[in-house]
C-alpha cells in the first residue's frame, strides 16, 4: 500500500465525513477488516477523492445521486453530511434527489428523501450539543 496516498486519503476523508467518523473507524477496525479501511482510505479518499478534476462539492453531489441509484443507506447518510461540508445546499440535495427519482424510479427518490431529511436532522441535533 502507499503511505503518502493513504496519509492524504485520511486527510480528505476527515475533512469531508468527519474526523469522528473516521476516527471511531479506524480505532474499531481489527485484523479482519482494517485492510477494507487502508482500501477505501486510499483508493477512494486518496486517489480519486484527491484528484483536481472535479471539485469536492461536485463529488458529494455525484455520490448522492450513485448512493441513492445503489440503495446504500448507510453511505448515503454519511455524505448527505458530507455533502454539507463541501458546501453542497439543503436545495442543491433537493435538486439531485428530484434526479434521482426520475432517472432511477420514484421509490428510490423517495427512500432518498426520507434518507437525507433523517440525516439532515442528525446534523441538526448534533451541532445544538
Known sequence: MNDDLFE???EIRK??????????AMA????????????????C??????????????RSMLNLAMLSALNRPHEFKT???GALRNGVTREE?????????IYCGIPAGVEAFRLAKEAIAEIERHEKT
Do not use: S
Not at 475533512?15 to 471511531?24: H, T, W
Not at 479518499?45 to 461536485?58: D, F, I, Q, S
Open 8 to 10: 492524504r486519503g485520511l
Open 15 to 24: 475533512a469531508v465525513i468527519g474526523a469522528e467518523f473516521v476516527d471511531k
Open 28 to 43: 474499531t477496525a481489527d485484523d479482519f477488516n482494517m485492510p477494507m479501511q487502508r482500501l477505501t482510505t486510499e483508493y
Open 45 to 58: 479518499w486518496g486517489a480519486v477523492w484527491g484528484r483536481e478534476g472535479l471539485p469536492r462539492k461536485v
Open 79 to 81: 455524505h448527505v453530511g
Open 93 to 101: 440535495i433537493r435538486e439531485v434527489l428530484l434526479q434521482v427519482a
